[in-house]
């Protein structure tokens, strides 16, 4: 079965430390995205890539980074300048064409907690 | 710009009520409009969309919604709530880049 699969589902670190979560697809879709969700606050967009080795910068991308080496994976690096890192985070990947153009399937999510 | 405004962060029903969640949009550009529907600790589903053609879209799980340009708005409807129903849901809106800007989410408690 296709799909996007992110992992750890729940990961541990403590302040001051890099994290990357995973993400990885087998839907063969083109554009991959990160977002962040808080409680009250919907989901806000950190990082996108619409095709391999390009990504742009979402709406919060300060303290996050990405690559886009493979058109399967794209990872997400947590800083240690990223604030307020504990969040849920969750990627989505969306075909370039076809009927289902506009529609973003969503992995799983991870759940981060910096302590 | 574009934004989402859903009416309510927590809206509670008893099962086999009507349910309605309410969605407003802003967009500059003729909106692509999306329903999802998040379990705990879970991803998001998409539950429907409208792109174009007929306003009114029926969705999973006996959800429909529709699409009110003269309102701006695309209010989810189900007839009758059921237990499995509870969950969070998230409006969103997308220009043809493809983004998605969502809506802060409603709670959808449904009540024995």
């Known amino acids: 079965d296709g799909g996007i699969t992110q992992s750890p589902k729940y990961l541990f670190r403590k302040e001051g430390q890099n994290v990357t979560l995973s993400c990885e697809q087998n839907?063969?879709?083109?554009?991959m995205y990160w977002y962040r969700q808080d409680p009250g606050q919907g989901l806000r967009l950190i990082y996108y890539s619409q095709i391999v080795n390009d990504f742009q910068k979402g709406d919060i991308a300060e303290g996050y980074s990405v690559s886009r080496e493979k058109k399967e994976s794209f990872p997400l690096t947590v800083t240690s300048a990223q604030k307020n890192p504990t969040a849920f985070y969750l990627c989505?990947?969306?075909?370039?064409?076809?009927?289902?153009?506009?529609?973003?399937?969503f992995g799983p999510g991870t759940r981060l907690t910096v302590t | 710009a574009q934004s989402v405004t859903q009416l309510g962060s927590h809206v509670s029903v008893s099962e086999g009520a009507l349910v309605l969640l309410r969605c407003n949009y802003s967009?500059?550009?003729?909106?692509?409009l999306f329903w999802y529907v998040q379990y705990p600790n879970q991803g998001l589903q998409l539950l429907l969309k409208y792109t174009t053609g007929a306003t009114l879209v029926k969705g999973i799980n006996g959800f429909e919604a529709e699409f009110k340009k003269s309102e701006t708005s695309f209010h989810l409807t189900k007839p009758s709530a059921h237990m499995s129903d509870a969950a969070e849901y998230f409006c969103?809106?997308?220009?043809?880049?493809?983004?998605?800007?969502f809506g802060q989410g409603t709670t959808l408690q449904v009540k024995p």
């Open positions: 839907l063969n879709h083109d554009a």
């Open positions: 967009s500059s550009v003729p909106p692509y």
């Open positions: 989505a990947s969306k075909p370039a064409g076809g009927p289902r153009v506009n529609e973003q399937y």
């Open positions: 969103a809106v997308t220009s043809n880049t493809g983004k998605l800007i």
